[in-house]
């Protein structure tokens, strides 16, 4: 499964080659909503397209997002005090007498700091990061759609909930930010031929196991061992991969439109690398959609690909 990405999403940046507009209106909506509902994830990497504001209307949007990430340093600052604190109380036992607890306090306190340090440095910086623009499940991030003749970056939620089904089949299929191609006509048969979108992709990443990287069984009384693998083109283009999206609806909750990028077999060299599926980058079948402009979807041959685990 092509669990992350490092995508393209600055509007500046996809303008001069597919003629992008930003889509402003559904833009300002996601932000307002966040800061009711901070478990709406944003990527950073789509905040950065009102870095500098210059209307209105993208000065609004600016303002919402600092007053989210001000909320947010606040309760981190907050949860921050209390993790400190409890190291204290936590060392001060230690002192008094050697116990299991308290060395387990002063473990989880400690990483816990770390952590929110971490985190309110990250809301603080001003600079930009390459980290900004890699996407993960569940959160929204920039994806090209054609809405009344032009080509407009809107943000989704990488997430496809199909509309009309219940809310819990987020829970019921946790791969829908995957649309597979043998599924196309099945499962996604009210968005394939009707809601159709690309995501500019850099480089994926694809979870696959130590052992089926390296071509072997496991070892008597080996565990199974988790390695992720980053697989860029060797061209340096960056991929226009094929999408799904849907906008789900209901009376009693917020609208989600997310989208799902469309999988196929992979070319030999990811293969080789122990992963079974690859993004879709041509749908054969029906005509994909396209840009009004641009380059036409090619499968990307050759690929450099680096580990982390």
Known sequence: ?????????????????????????EAFQLFMRRLDDPSVAISRGFEANFDNPATDQERQIKAAIDEHRSQTAT?????LFAQKT???NAERSLKEKETKKAREEVRIATTKIETLTTKLRDLRRSET????NRIFPMVYAGVIIKQDGQNVLTPMRYFCRPAGKPAFYDKKFP?????RRDNLEKFWG????????????????????????EHRELKAGEEAQNVVLQFTPETAEPLLVACLWSHWTDPKEPDVRGFAAITDEPPADVAAAGHDRSRRRRVKGR????????????????????TSR
């Open 75 to 79: 309760k981190v600052e907050k949860d």
């Open 1 to 25: 499964m092509c669990y992350s990405a490092q995508v393209i999403q600055v509007v500046r940046k996809l303008h001069r080659e597919l003629g992008i507009r930003l889509d402003y209106e």
């Open 86 to 88: 409890r190291l204290v």
């Open 175 to 179: 791969g829908l930010y995957n649309a």
């Open 190 to 213: 009210e968005q394939f031929g009707h809601h159709h979108a690309l995501m500019v992709v850099e480089s994926f990443f694809e979870n696959v196991q130590l052992h089926a990287m």
């Open 287 to 306: 005509r994909p959609y396209r840009p009004a402009s641009g380059r036409a979807l090619r499968r990307c041959g050759s690929w450099r690909s680096g």
């Open 129 to 132: 990061s390459p980290e900004d």
